[in-house]
């Protein structure tokens, strides 16, 4: 049963506008939130991260979104460029209890020049 | 420092064959972490290990599956005998303890593209 679930399997934007990648979860005990991005042949990255107390955290072109009450959260990258095609992973901790970070399936952004 | 390392990048094998992926994870990170990824069920966790001893292999999805990390700087994951459903990219990732923030975050190898015929 997937815990964390992005029902967006690709997403394309124009360059220069806003990309908006979502994430819901089930477990009401999460209460630390990252996003990673992938790159082809390559390991995801860490991009940014949200506390549960927070229901915004910001960093440049990146803003993550938390909705607690609708066990949601959303990445928005504004303006999109090329570069940030790749796979965004959602990911999500109940932390404290365990190092065990659980991943969503990933969302394929492609930035179109 | 160098990442985390992972061995081999790319694995063709046959059903019925034995595969052996590798890690060596950032020095001084306690954490060992092995992810599976597909593209229906995204990055699974495996097993992880905390100072080399093995915390949760829940995600372990079968038998067939094992890892061990004899010390602080190798950990192997084993599949015998491997059968095409294993086709995957496998990834290790390593993290210092705490709990992960802005701060500690989980860092991965580039992976090991498994291919099972």
């Known amino acids: ?113 | 420092d160098a990442g985390v390392i992972q061995s081999p990048r790319h694995e063709v094998t046959e059903m019925g064959q034995e595969v052996t992926l590798r890690c060596k994870p950032i020095s001084g990170h306690d954490y060992l972490f092995w992810y599976r990824q597909t593209m229906m069920r995204g990055l699974e966790l495996l097993i992880y290990f905390n100072n080399n001893v093995p915390i949760d292999d829940s995600g372990m999805p079968e038998d067939r599956f094992s890892a061990k990390m004899p010390n602080a700087s190798f950990s192997t994951l084993k599949i015998q005998p491997s059968e095409p459903r294993d086709s995957a990219v496998y990834f290790c990732a390593s993290s210092l303890a705490g709990g992960f923030s802005g701060a500690n975050v989980l860092t991965f190898g580039a992976g090991s593209r498994l291919t099972v015929l």
């Open chain 1, 1 to 113: 049963d997937q815990q964390v679930k992005q029902n967006s399997p690709s997403l394309s934007v124009q360059e220069g506008r806003i990309s908006i990648l979502n994430c819901d979860y089930t477990n009401s005990m999460f209460d630390y939130f990252l996003w990673y991005k992938k790159y082809p042949a390559e390991g995801p990255t860490f991009l940014i991260s949200i506390s549960s107390i927070k229901d915004k955290n910001e960093d440049g072109r990146f803003t993550v979104f938390l909705n607690k009450s609708a066990k949601h959260l959303s990445l928005h990258i504004v303006p999109s460029q090329p570069g940030d095609s790749a796979v965004y992973f959602c990911a999500a901790i109940e932390d404290g209890a365990t190092n065990k970070l659980i991943f969503g399936t990933g969302t394929l952004l492609a930035v179109q020049p």
